[in-house]
């Protein structure tokens, strides 16, 4: 297991990592964030250099204090040989298998490793599969003209909206989830639709690797156009600094994925995999 520090070793990660798009997507979205200042605080774990089978971007130690918070304590794999990947989550100094954390991923072997490991690490797996999707060339879409009252305006999220945010996404309703959200606020482009006392009543941002997540429209404002709106300024936003414009849905979430079309969205061969541990010494606890 090495952890890879140089600048100069991120940098070529950074550009191998192309080769082997899409499965690759989530770890270059985040080395992609820390070449570029790191506001996250996160790393990389690769089991060899510079011929590595596996990939794992994770928060840096001393950024994951509390055992509870899975949505900081998030990380990114990508592997070319899955034993190796096996064998790199299996090092006690990869995982902190103690906490609760998260996996994401865009290969079907990080969900078999982890129910491989579930028992004789003593946690609890709970997985979550999404239909992953990008936009190649962002800049193609059309600007959207939409039913939007003049008093409305279009803006960056501002961590005093994290708390609305927090209650409204099927992920969220506690603390941690609003804390992990203004976080994500202060560190990585997000859009906003504000109405007239300043509150978003549309939005999408940004997270560590670089996906966008959570795009919501309250109720009352829906079907207006905010949620196309939105999701192109963000999409282009993104694309001028470099990064892929990738986001997910869920399969049920027939309203969205009519939206992504409606866009030409490219609906990936890959699905999107997002997977809960947690020790089982923590089940039992109600604050969870």
Known sequence: MLVLNCSIKLQILEKMLRWSFPESLKVYGAVMNINRGNPFRQEVVVDSWPDFKAVITRPQRENVMDDLDHYTNAHAVFYKELQAYKELLENTNTINWGQIFQIQGLQDGICEVSRSLALSKQVDVKTSSFWMVTYSDPDTLPDVRCRMDPNLTVACLDISHASLLNETWSRGGNPRCQQYLANLICCFPSVCVLDDKGSPISWSLTDQFATMIHGYTLPEH?????????????????????????????????????LLKSMNAQFLPCSFFRMIHTPFHFLAKPHL
């Open 222 to 258: 829906r079907r207006k156009g905010y949620s196309r709106l939105v999701t192109t300024t963000l999409a282009k936003k993104l694309h001028s600094r470099g990064f892929p414009v990738q986001g997910n849905v869920l399969e049920t979430n027939l309203p969205s994925i009519t």
